[in-house]
Nanobody
Framework: QVQLVESGGGSVQAGGSLRLSCAAT??????MGWFRQAPGKERERVAS???????SYADSVKGRFTISKDNAKNTLYLQMNSLKPEDTAMYYC?????????????????WGQGTQVTVSS
């Protein structure tokens, strides 16, 4: 069974940086991504890394966030720079088995418990 544990959240001022980590039991052949959800708002895909290594980002975070993987440590990262108050949310790591670069909905996959990110103005 795939298990995901997020860490690295916290409170920072606007313009600051945080790096989120997602320790995974295994993510070989899995698509992985970061999602966030603020109170009263729908869950939003922040960044994803498909099984073929391709990455994508939400328009709101392009140029500021970077998703990466460390295969040796079996860890997924989200480097967040130039943080804005609107980035405040609970951030979740998710994984779903993919193949040939295709990723089915993460809704059918695995999710971590989340880590809170709060950005003050």
């Amino acid at each position: 069974q795939v298990q995901l544990v997020e860490s690295g959240g916290g409170s920072v001022q606007a313009g600051g940086s945080l790096r989120l980590s997602c320790a995974a039991t295994t993510y070989s052949d899995y698509c992985m991504g970061w999602f966030r959800q603020a109170p009263g708002k729908e869950r939003e895909r922040v960044a994803s890394d498909a099984s073929d290594g391709s990455t994508s980002y939400a328009d709101s975070v392009k140029g500021r966030f970077t998703i990466s993987k460390d295969n040796a440590k079996n860890t997924l990262y989200l480097q967040m720079n130039s943080l804005k108050p609107e980035d405040t949310a609970m951030y979740y790591c998710a994984a779903v088995r993919g193949w040939n670069g295709y990723c089915p909905s993460y809704n059918s996959g695995y999710w971590g418990q989340g880590t809170q990110v709060t950005v003050s103005s």
